[in-house]
């Protein structure tokens, strides 16, 4: 079975400060691994995914997140974040073969300040 | 192109009525499936289909029922609500074996008094 860890519940931050949101996942099999946002009163938006090749993924509005396999961890970063990326961000995994399940972790807000 | 379509967007039942929540996407997804939200617990997984006809449980199962007679279309049933089925509850498809992006509609708040 799979399992997605987010330690951070809530993440307060400055506007124009980085931010680091931490994921960790556990699978006995290989995974694809995702980033979703949530803003206020909307579903889930994709944001980044990591199917297989580099490492380092990015989003169009400046997020990036590595794929660790060693550590099994996915954190999303950005180097300067903005009042606009007030939201909640959810990690993902679903295996790359089988039966196709998303498992979501439990989300982490993201607060920007400013 | 509406992509998924949840309804209603607000719902308010009493304890032990039965209803049914919509969910319609446009986008030819072989795999459609239902989630819930609840504070603190992220999404859980209640029912998922991969292609009309077929359907298996999730995570949280107990009290919801699906079917999936078109591609377009997974309906769920809450048969006799209880408060703990207070929560908002997402649907979503992808079109392939998890590689792809699931695309969310925009979610259906249930409370049960």
């Known amino acids: 079975a799979q399992s997605v860890t987010q330690l951070d519940s809530q993440v307060p931050v400055f506007e124009e400060a980085p931010v680091e949101l931490r994921c960790n996942y556990s699978s006995s099999v290989s995974v694809y691994l995702f980033w979703y946002v949530q803003y206020p009163n909307q579903g889930l938006q994709l944001l980044l995914k990591?199917?297989?090749?580099?490492?380092l993924v990015e989003s169009i509005n400046g997020f990036e997140a590595e794929f660790n396999k060693s550590q099994t961890s996915f954190h999303l970063r950005k180097p300067s974040v903005h009042i606009s990326d007030t939201a909640e961000y959810f990690c993902a995994v679903s295996t790359t073969s089988g039966t196709y399940k998303y498992i979501f972790g439990t989300g982490t807000r993201l607060k920007v300040l400013a | 192109n509406a992509g998924v379509t949840q309804t209603p967007k607000f719902q308010v039942l009493k304890t032990g009525q039965s209803m049914t929540l919509q969910c319609a996407q446009d986008m030819n997804h072989e795999y459609m499936s239902w989630y819930r939200q609840d504070p603190g617990m992220g999404l859980r997984l209640i029912h998922y289909?991969?292609?009309?006809?077929?359907?298996d449980q999730g995570e949280v199962p107990n009290g919801y029922n699906v079917s999936r007679s078109t591609t377009e279309d997974f309906p769920l049933r809450l048969l006799s609500a209880a408060p703990s089925q207070t929560s908002v509850y997402f649907c979503?498809?992808?079109?392939?074996?998890?590689?792809?992006?699931?695309?969310f509609g925009q979610g259906t708040r249930l409370t049960v008094v």
């Open positions: 979503a498809s992808s079109s392939d074996t998890g590689s792809t992006e699931a695309f």
């Open positions: 990591y199917l297989s090749g580099s490492t």
């Open positions: 289909s991969v292609g009309a006809g077929i359907t």
